[in-house]
């Protein structure tokens, strides 16, 4: 089978039977026999069984799990070649939008993560790649090294009543997060090896780890959401700052402010700003870290974006919204607010473009800034810019 060009996923392409076929780590160019996995009424998705001939832009993984976990995508070429992937990926997506896409900020390649999953199944590990069967590993290369000298420690666990573990790392200390039945779960053997351990959210060893960008400190909770890559979130905080000054921003209003790590980290030159979040752990921590930074110009409210008046005293909207982006209520409120600025932060470009194209009813598009928050992944954030036309 010949592959034609990738998916939006990292996956080559090619036609089976008129019917569309995504192929697990395979690249444009190469002649590969195929094994379907899944099959679909209009896709299949398979895996490389032989490559007959191979792409020139092919390098050796440097991750021995590579070929059966699901965690990197697009290990099996150099960073550069990544980076152009994802240049081009993000040019098609918006090109209908008639705007310049800014250069990709880069990353570390490998040893960015500060947080990984293991499933419990039988056994530790990571899921394979389209698959809940669990790759057993004793290193992951994207992780940082903090959490690659833990991993031998919960291989030797007990899983009897284990669901999943979370390892975060900040600051050379360890977390560790054991989430299941705690009646069996037994941590005797690993307490001393960890800086903190959480039980089902209780922490059951040490206190509150700390993670750090630039000069603002962060409370790190077990389950709650923080910035996998450290190096690349302090570029964006930045740039989220630059433009907030650029903008003149005043007043500011933060939806999915999650522990308040945006709002925080631009305080400083705004009049004021008010987070809202819908988990109640991450406001918790929001006014915690307030407290922490001594912020006295921010305000965190525990309620669902989709209740939230956008106020004409705000100039400056700033969204960070899961995958899924923006709900239809928080758009229509957005078009029928003044508010003069919008950052939209988006994990996922094909949501962030169906926003923009509601949005760009009203207002016009400035920018966008690509993250490479996840390298060795088809993942990349955007920031992008709006102004009230």
């Known amino acids: 089978m010949k592959i034609i060009k990738m998916d939006n996923q990292g996956r080559g392409i090619t036609y089976f039977n008129d019917k569309i076929v995504f192929v697990n780590n395979a690249l444009p160019g190469e002649d590969v026999d195929i094994e379907i996995i899944i099959d679909k009424k209009k896709y299949s998705i398979a895996n490389v069984k032989k490559f007959n001939i191979k792409s020139n832009n092919r390098i050796k993984s440097k991750c021995r799990y590579c070929d059966t976990c699901g965690g990197c995508q697009l290990q099996h070429i150099t960073y550069d070649n990544q980076i152009k992937y994802k240049e081009m990926y993000l040019s098609e997506l918006f090109k209908s939008l008639n705007i310049k896409i800014d250069a990709i900020e880069l990353s570390n390649q490998f040893n960015y993560r500060n947080k990984i999953k293991f499933q419990v199944n039988?056994?530790?590990?990571?899921?394979?790649?389209?698959?809940?069967?669990?790759?057993?590993i004793e290193k992951c290369e994207i992780a940082n090294e903090n959490i690659n000298k833990k991993i031998n420690y919960i291989n030797k666990l007990n899983i009897d009543g284990i669901d999943n573990i979370i390892i975060k790392s900040f600051d050379e200390k360890v977390m560790l997060v054991i989430n299941g039945d705690e009646n069996?779960?037994?941590i005797d053997d690993i307490y001393n090896s960890f800086d903190s351990i959480y039980i089902n959210n209780n922490l059951a060893k040490g206190k509150r780890i700390i993670a750090q960008i630039n000069n603002i400190k962060y409370l790190i909770s077990p389950n709650s959401f923080f910035q996998v890559n450290i190096e690349v979130a302090s570029k964006m905080f930045n740039y989220i700052k630059e433009i907030c000054?650029?903008?003149?921003?005043?007043?500011?209003?933060?939806?999915?402010c999650g522990c308040g790590s945006i709002s925080i980290y631009i305080s400083s030159i705004v009049n004021y700003v008010y987070g809202i979040e819908i988990n109640q752990d991450s406001i918790k921590d929001a006014n915690k870290n307030k407290v922490l930074n001594n912020i006295n110009n921010a305000d965190f409210e525990c309620n669902t974006s989709d209740n939230i008046n956008i106020k004409d005293k705000y100039d400056t909207l700033i969204v960070d919204p899961p995958r899924s982006g923006l709900s239809k209520k928080i758009t229509n409120k957005v078009l029928s607010s003044s508010i003069q600025n919008i950052i939209?932060?988006?994990?996922?470009?094909?949501t962030l473009k169906r926003d923009l194209e509601l949005l760009s009813e009203k207002y016009k598009i400035k920018s966008i800034k690509p993250f490479d928050m996840f390298p060795n992944?088809?993942?990349?954030?955007?920031v992008c810019v709006l102004k009230l036309k």
Request: proline share 2%.
């Open 377 to 382: 992944t088809y993942h990349i954030e955007c």
């Open 245 to 256: 000054n650029y903008l003149k921003s005043k007043n500011v209003i933060d939806l999915y």
């Open 344 to 350: 939209y932060v988006s994990c996922d470009p094909i």
């Open 184 to 186: 069996k779960i037994n």
């Open 122 to 136: 039988n056994e530790i590990g990571l899921y394979k790649m389209n698959s809940n069967e669990i790759v057993k």
